[in-house]
């Protein structure tokens, strides 16, 4: 099954910065999705991610908070711009897994706004 | 509007006490119901997809089953290591998934 690192597994950042996830695949694939889990809630899709051309956001996120980049099929990075504490949350990437029929997570990015 | 329910939300065991976790979904179209386990500050790991009503796989002490209407994950003499949240999602229409709140199960030995 696939395999995905994703990068950091944590951070604790200031109030108004910006962090860069990253998510590398061991192999090509043409979706990746970004999700968040807030504290004691489920997942959440930000948004998904294809291969040359803009992410799609689902509603309620939007570009300019959570830009994505998808430069080739084994790699995608999701920024968190100008942070608050309320994007206190785990950030993981998803793919699609074909040899089980379900989809691979990474082990995910707990970020910590103060 | 696609939704996915699970429950209970918290259970608690004893180990060897076997029991069953329930998803109920409401779905235009089913593209899969997926089971996932999730240990505590690591992303969730696959278990199963389901596709039909009617079908039933299993892995070790866990059995899924699915119907029109929902799933369950039975677990049958559970161990300690078998504590974690367990999810529920049903595939959406942009290829993602969509989440329940998730099962916590506790396995006391």
């Known amino acids: 099954s696939a395999v995905i690192s994703q990068k950091p597994s944590r951070d604790i950042c200031q109030r108004g910065t910006s962090l860069t996830i990253q998510c590398q695949v061991d192999?090509?694939?043409?979706?990746m999705f970004w999700y968040r889990q807030q504290p004691g809630q489920s997942l959440t899709l930000i948004a998904t991610?294809?291969?040359?051309?803009?992410?799609?956001?689902e509603s309620g996120f939007v570009i300019d908070k959570f830009p994505i980049s998808r430069p080739n099929l084994t790699f995608s990075t999701l920024t968190v711009s100008n942070m608050s504490p309320e994007d206190s949350s785990i950030y993981l990437c998803?793919?699609?897994?074909?040899?089980?029929?379900?989809?691979?997570f990474g082990s995910g990015t707990r970020l910590t706004v103060v | 509007e696609d939704q996915v329910t699970q429950s209970p939300e918290a259970l608690r065991l004893q180990e060897g006490e076997s029991s069953s976790l329930n998803c109920s979904y409401t779905?235009?179209?089913?593209?899969?119901l997926f089971w996932y386990r999730q240990d505590p500050g690591k992303g969730p790991e696959f278990l199963f997809t389901l596709y039909s009503a009617g079908e039933e796989k299993e892995k070790e002490r866990l059995k899924a089953t699915l119907t029109k209407k929902e799933s369950f994950l039975h677990i049958t003499a559970p161990k300690p290591e078998d504590s974690a949240t367990y999810l529920c999602?049903?595939?959406?229409?942009?290829?993602?998934?969509?989440f329940g709140k998730g099962t916590k199960l506790s396995v006391k030995p």
């Open positions: 991610a294809n291969q040359g051309s803009e992410a799609t956001y």
């Open positions: 779905v235009s179209g089913l593209r899969g």
């Open positions: 999602a049903v595939g959406g229409s942009q290829g993602n998934l969509i």
């Open positions: 192999s090509q694939v043409t979706m």
């Open positions: 998803s793919v699609e897994d074909p040899t089980n029929y379900g989809y691979t």
